[in-house]
């Protein structure tokens, strides 16, 4: 089955960067659009980034634009997203899932992972 295990998550400084990785299997990742979603304590889940199978096409939120990069690993099985200059409001359960929604609601569908945590705090 579809498996996604993001890592990387930790505390960051305010203006500091963060990658974050989520490592694939039970699916032809290489033949996948894979996106990050985002989830801040009280708040709603807002897709944050997407890429297209081949990397050849990447989509962003308005809010992460600029500052984020969405990178993939086709030989790895693994997504990546390079987080620089981040702010408080960057704070939230991060997901890897697999597929393009910018209106993605919800993450208990199987195609996402379980998260990992990122804070961004002095």
């Known amino acids: 089955q579809v498996q996604l295990v993001e890592s990387g998550g930790g505390l960051v400084q305010p203006g500091g960067s963060l990658r974050v990785s989520c490592a694939a299997s039970?699916?032809?990742?290489?033949?996948?659009?894979m996106s990050w979603a985002r989830q801040a304590p009280g708040k709603g889940l807002e897709w944050v980034a997407a890429?297209?199978?081949?990397?050849?096409?990447?989509h962003y939120a308005s809010s992460v634009k600029g500052r984020f990069t969405i990178s993939r690993d086709n030989a790895k099985n693994t997504l990546y997203l390079q987080m620089n200059n981040l702010k408080a409001e960057d704070t939230a359960l991060y997901y890897c899932g697999r597929g393009y929604n910018p209106l993605v609601s919800r993450v208990d569908d199987g195609s996402w992972g379980q998260g990992t945590q990122v804070t961004v705090s002095s």
């Open positions: 039970g699916f032809t990742f290489s033949n996948n659009y």
């Open positions: 890429i297209s199978s081949g990397a050849k096409f990447t």
